[in-house]
């Protein structure tokens, strides 16, 4: 079945970087979009990027451009988000989620999701 | 951005109540709308796709509608399980947006 494990989140200074992941299993990962979504404490979603399925399409939220960066590893079926320059407002759950259709393109429907980690930002 | 409104916020209801949870976009989606629900502490899950096409697995008592700017998702008689928080999205536009949420509640 479609798994989803993300992993790398922790507690983390302001003005610091982080790397999260997303390993995927039971599909054929290089022929979905991937992306990222994440979940304030006891807030709404929030979608933060997303990649196509080679790689040479990715979007990201204007509330991350320049300091995000979504990238993939195709031969080992992980996804990735680099963060840097941590604010406290990007504490969240971090959620990877796998576009429905199998076309490798980004159309905005999440049909599976991970667990998501948490990634708290505080001195 | 595309701003998605769901009302009510909230709600209490009893298993076996009809709940219906309406989303507003602030310009027009044609049918690009899907909706999902998320119980406490889990990850969401994708219900409706295209205003009203229910996923693998979804229980037909919930059912989606509307077009343009005014969508719906309709429990016809709510159970146990379906106490949680749903979410609508567009996917019309990126960026990809959310509405805040309509909470379900046990009476």
């Known amino acids: 079945q479609v798994q989803l494990v993300e992993s790398g989140g922790g507690v983390v200074q302001p003005g610091r970087s982080l790397r999260l992941s997303c390993a995927a299993s039971g599909f054929s990962f290089s022929d979905y979009a991937l992306h990222w979504v994440r979940q304030a404490p006891g807030k709404g979603l929030e979608w933060v990027a997303v990649?196509?399925?080679?790689?040479?399409?990715?979007y990201h939220a204007d509330s991350v451009r320049g300091r995000f960066t979504v990238s993939r590893d195709n031969s080992k079926n992980t996804l990735f988000l680099q963060m840097n320059s941590l604010r406290p407002d990007d504490t969240a759950v971090y959620y990877c989620?796998?576009?429905?259709?199998?076309?490798?393109?980004?159309?905005?429907?999440?049909?599976?999701w991970g667990q998501g980690t948490l990634v708290t930002v505080s001195s | 951005d595309i701003q998605m409104t769901q009302s009510p916020s909230s709600l209490s209801a009893s298993v076996g109540d009809r709940v219906t949870i309406t989303c507003r976009a602030s310009?027009?989606?044609?049918?690009?709308l899907n909706w999902y629900q998320q119980q406490p502490g889990k990850a969401p899950k994708v219900l409706i796709l295209a205003a009203s096409r229910l996923q693998t697995g979804v229980p037909s008592r919930f059912s989606g509608g509307g077009s343009g700017t005014d969508f719906s998702l309709t429990i016809s008689s709510l159970q146990p399980e379906d106490f949680a928080t749903y979410y609508c999205q567009q996917s019309y536009l990126t960026p990809w947006t959310f509405g805040r949420g309509t909470t379900v509640e046990i009476k």
């Open positions: 989620a796998r576009e429905v259709a199998p076309d490798g393109y980004n159309h905005g429907d999440f049909g599976y």
């Open positions: 310009q027009s989606l044609t049918r690009y």
């Open positions: 990649l196509s399925s080679d790689g040479s399409v990715k």
